[in-house]
Structure formats: C-alpha cells, structure tokens
C-alpha cells in the first residue's frame, strides 16, 4: 500500500468517526413569553386593521366627492394621519382602493337586495323600507356612497347602463306587483312606471340632500310616501262620483 492512499483512509476514517458539532442551546421562552409575542402580535394586527380602515374612510371621501379619475393619493393620504408608504403596504396602487370600496358596497348592496325580496315580508312594507334604508345609508356610510358611484361611473364610462340601476328598478318594480297582488297598491297602476318614479325620486334625494344631510334626506323621503299614497294606495284614492 502506498504511504499517500494510507495517509488519505486514515484522515477519512477520522472524519467518519468525529461526532456531529452541537447544537447552539436555544432560550428557554416561558409562558409568560409565549403570552408577550401573541400580545404583541394582536396589537400589530389590530393597528394594522385600524390603519386599513381610516385609509379606506379616506379614500370613500374623495371618491365620493371627486369620483375616481379627480382623486389622487395625496389627497387621501392627507386625510389620515398615516404615510404615504402605510398606504401603499395595504393597497399598492388607487385601482386596487377602488376595488376594495366596490366590493364592500356590493356585499350591502346584494344583502339590501335580498332582504327586499324576502317573501316572508309585506311587499308594501319591504318596498317602503328598500327606499328609506337606501337614502339613510347613503347618506350616513360613506363607503357604501363611494363604491355606488364608482360602480355607476365605470358604468357610464363604458356606455353602458349602470347594472345597479337596473337591479334596483326591477326589485322596485317586482315589489310594487306583488303589493298590488295583494291589494296594497292600487292595481290600475303601471308597476314599471311606479317603479321609475320611486327610482328617480331615490336618485334626487339623494343628489340635493343625503350627501349633505342623511337624517333630512330620510325625513323627505317619508314625507314623499305621504304625497304618493293617493296615487299608490287604495283606500287613500278618492271615490269618482257615479255617472248621472
């Protein structure tokens, strides 16, 4: 054998029978520890939330007011006391706050929807509530105001007819036959046309008033019921004199 191959087998040998090195000790962490890091992990995320919600308020006030293609981050920043970088960790571009403010009023919107057409409600009922909840939250959540108008000028900027005006006409309408059906609205009404006029006073309550004050809005919108009964309801229709 040679004395380099011998040498060589030896050093390997050696290294085969060397013991791995150990482990670093870790710190002990204690309960209490344990407790502190969930602590502070809890706060992180409830700052975090808070910090999501005012950039999200903020954003829902200038969409609002300016619509989408007026408003720029250093508006909505402004509004908040956060950075311009705390913005960006929650939503990186003005698109992506968009969305989120669409979405959210979609989720109402949707849930206004459904509770209108419970069949388990009064169609009158249902359909006086459906206008009286709109106009109140319109004029009292702003981001469900925003995300109403950023849907509405997507729409138009597309030339096509906003999809939440037609949902809510044909929910109006709907209700507004099956009232009829059940002898609360006077059955010798066009439905479609009681429908655009309920719409259309829903859309400039809201354009003179809600936005300035969501509590008068509301109070205008009962007092137009009251003008509409005797058109709508009938026993409030006053009795034609018979034929001589």
Known sequence: ??????????????????????????????????????????????????????????????????????????????????????????????????????????RTWDELLRQAADPSRPPLAALRDLTLGLIEILGSDACFTAGLRLTWDEAHAQGRPPTVQSNLLDTLTGLIRDAQRGGGIDAGQDPELLGILLLGLLIGVHHTTARQNGHMAAERVRRLWDMLAPIMLPAARPSRPEPR
């Open 1 to 106: 054998m040679q004395i380099g191959n011998y040498c060589s087998q030896r050093r390997e040998s050696r290294t085969r029978l060397l013991p791995p090195p150990p482990r670093p000790p870790q710190p002990h962490r204690t309960v209490s520890d344990q407790i502190s890091a969930k602590g502070l992990s809890m706060k992180q995320q409830e700052r975090s939330s808070r910090s999501r919600k005012a950039i999200l308020e903020a954003a829902a006030e200038e969409f609002a007011a300016r619509g989408y293609a007026a408003t720029n981050l250093y508006d909505i920043v402004a509004h908040t006391s956060l950075s311009k970088g705390a913005l960006y960790a929650h939503f990186p571009s003005k698109s992506h706050l968009a969305t989120a403010l669409t979405e959210k009023f979609q």
